[in-house]
């Protein structure tokens, strides 16, 4: 593999990553230190707690990153960074640490848009990973990122350029699994626990609604969670627990079947309308991306609507499909490739979109 | 300053209220240039331009500051998170250390006078008083400080929130900032490198109030070097 070795650094949200990333493609190294436990707690990210963690673990998640890397320094053609969007607070700490490196080392800086970096983390190859073995997205491509933050659906013509074709008009799709998971009494982060919790569905028969939007390639999931809050009530009220008592908790398998019912929901409506795109401009291929790209079910419902299509679907493995370094670094090359540097004055953009529709 | 530090620059930045203060001193602490502007909200957009254009203005290569000195508040989460992630990215990239001092220690060794209490604001209707060597209190919207005999007050960032004497106080410390980071930081600096320990991960901002949702030591992060 060759083209430029790029550090790179992602604070955006609850994840610090910082990684080595070859060519935009191979990963040399890649560490994460997740806040996922930080918040469990309070049931959510709590954004002063996420700043202070990423300023804690900065510094050692940089020190994990380089060691036995194998490059040094002296290897590094530039130094990506998240600059948006996100939370403000998490992403100065990484914007404000990657601005020093690069003075300091006199490298190029990178601004990645943390979008841009779930949509690259499909070239993304593991180290030692055979490059044949794995798909190169094509172009034209569909694009869906769901996470926690994001919902939506973009066009991509070539590297770079997109067309926003829909996102969500309320909550993103992780979040939907956040709340809906928190009124099943499964926990944060809902969405691993009700992947796992509908796995165990049997009958597989209950019902959420589907909010289509018309002809739109928009989504909406507030909908959905009323409803869902309403089956949940139904379902315990048929089995006698009280309303106000979290700790009395819908039967095992009351539980499996409504996470099953609601995570359908939320996989239709994805993968329906990612198909329609996908035939619309005649895509080459499908690339999936973000936190909710790693729940199982939206992959195999995704793959089977790539195979009827004859167009391959790219999804990078669960652990890239979370916020993580090496995506911005993918991305990255593709800017500084393209002749793209940030001043020293590269600030914060917690609403930065990804592009207009 | 021990011989250690060669040629003995020290760099100290302080982004824990709404002037970003940045001072360039010497070995022995003394200041070589001192500057400060009003930020805002934005430190971030300002702080490392305006370092690299000090050293250009005196004549310092980023590569001979021998330490960093910055301050951990309490003050602006913003601005203090642009800080700290500042000088934890240039003390890591020149393999030099770096001491965290607290903002409020400094202002009042800067303002000199014995007696002297700070008040800082704390959000939009709280502050907190600090007096040297001890916790800092909050006092929450409207009540005032209870001073005892012989103590004075020095106010920053509390425009139409404090006294103006106090404010005119405030004001006169906030410019020897750079100057008392220095003083007190240069030993640390010095006791750090005879110690070996940089301490670089460990260095957070200093909070009075834990921020809103936070629980004191609840859970920790998960650690993946991700490679499979
Ligand atoms: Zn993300």
């Not at chain 2, 001491?99 to 220690?105: D, H, I, M, P, Y």
Request: hydrophobic share 45%; glycine share 12%.
């Amino acid at each position: 593999m060759s083209g430029p070795l790029l550090l790179s650094v992602e604070s955006s949200c609850d994840e610090t990553g910082i990684a080595l990333v070859e060519g935009g493609r191979r990963i040399v190294s890649n560490v994460v230190a997740s806040q996922v436990a930080l918040h469990a707690p309070s049931g959510g990210i709590v954004p002063e707690v996420a700043a202070r963690a990423h300023l804690r673990w900065i510094v050692p998640v940089l020190d994990e990153a380089w060691d036995g890397a194998g490059v040094g320094w002296r290897d590094v053609d530039g130094i990506a960074v998240t600059y948006g969007p996100g939370l403000a607070g998490s992403l100065l700490v990484g914007i404000n640490f990657a601005k020093a490196l690069a003075w300091v080392h006199d490298k190029p800086l990178i601004a990645v848009n943390h979008l841009e970096g779930h949509v690259y983390a499909g070239w993304l190859l593991d180290p030692g990973e055979d490059e044949s073995s794995r798909q190169e997205p094509l172009f034209p491509m569909v694009a869906l990122v769901v996470s926690g933050g994001h919902t939506f659906l973009a066009e991509m013509q070539d590297h770079l350029t997109y067309r926003l074709l829909g996102t969500t008009v309320d909550d993103a799709a992780g979040e939907a699994f956040d709340k809906v998971g928190r009124m099943l009494g499964l926990g944060y982060p809902g969405g691993p626990a009700i992947q796992a919790a509908a796995e165990r569905a049997v009958r597989r028969d209950v019902r959420f609604p589907r909010a289509w939007m018309g002809d739109s390639y928009d989504w909406s999931f507030s909908g959905l969670k009323t409803a869902a809050r309403r089956i949940v009530a139904a379902a315990r009220a048929d089995e006698g627990l009280p309303d106000d008592d979290p700790d009395a908790r819908l039967s095992d398998e009351a539980t499996a079947e409504l996470a099953w019912g609601f995570q359908d929901s939320v996989v239709d409506v994805l993968a329906t309308k990612t198909a329609r795109a996908a035939r619309e401009i005649g895509a080459r291929s499908i690339l999936l991306g973000g936190g909710v790209a790693a729940n199982a079910a939206l992959r195999q419902r995704m793959a089977a609507e790539a195979d009827a299509l004859g167009s391959p679907l790219i999804v990078p493995r669960p652990g890239l499909c979370t916020d993580n370094g090496a995506m911005i670094g993918a991305a990255g090359a593709r800017r500084l490739l393209a002749g793209e540097r940030a001043a020293l004055d590269l600030d914060a953009r917690p609403s930065l979109p990804l592009a207009k529709r | 300053m021990s011989a250690d530090l060669k040629p003995e620059m020290i760099l100290a930045i302080d982004t824990a209220t709404t002037r970003v203060v940045v001072a360039l001193g010497t070995g022995e602490g003394s200041v070589a240039r001192s500057t400060s502007w009003e930020a805002g909200y934005r430190h971030g957009e300002t702080l490392l331009p305006a370092i690299e254009r000090i050293l250009g203005q005196e004549g310092v290569a980023r590569s001979v500051l021998a330490g960093i000195v910055v301050g951990t508040g309490p003050g602006a989460f913003t601005g203090l998170r642009v800080g700290l992630a500042t000088a934890k990215g240039l003390a890591h990239g020149l393999g030099i250390p770096l001491v965290g001092l607290s903002t409020a220690e400094a202002l009042l060794s800067a303002d000199g006078a014995p007696g002297a209490v700070l008040l800082l604001p704390a959000g939009p209707s709280d502050r907190i008083l600090v007096r040297p060597g001890e916790e800092p209190s909050l006092l929450r919207g409207g009540i005032e400080p209870e001073l005892r005999d012989g103590e004075s007050l020095v106010a920053v960032d509390l425009v139409d929130r404090a006294p103006p004497d106090a404010l005119t106080r405030g004001e006169a410390a906030r410019a020897g900032l750079g100057a008392a980071l220095l003083r007190s930081g240069v030993p640390r600096l010095s006791s750090a490198l005879t110690q070996g320990t940089v301490g670089l991960a460990a260095l957070v901002p200093e909070y009075i109030t834990l921020p809103r949702g936070a629980r004191a030591g609840s859970g920790t992060v998960a650690w993946s070097r991700d490679l499979r």
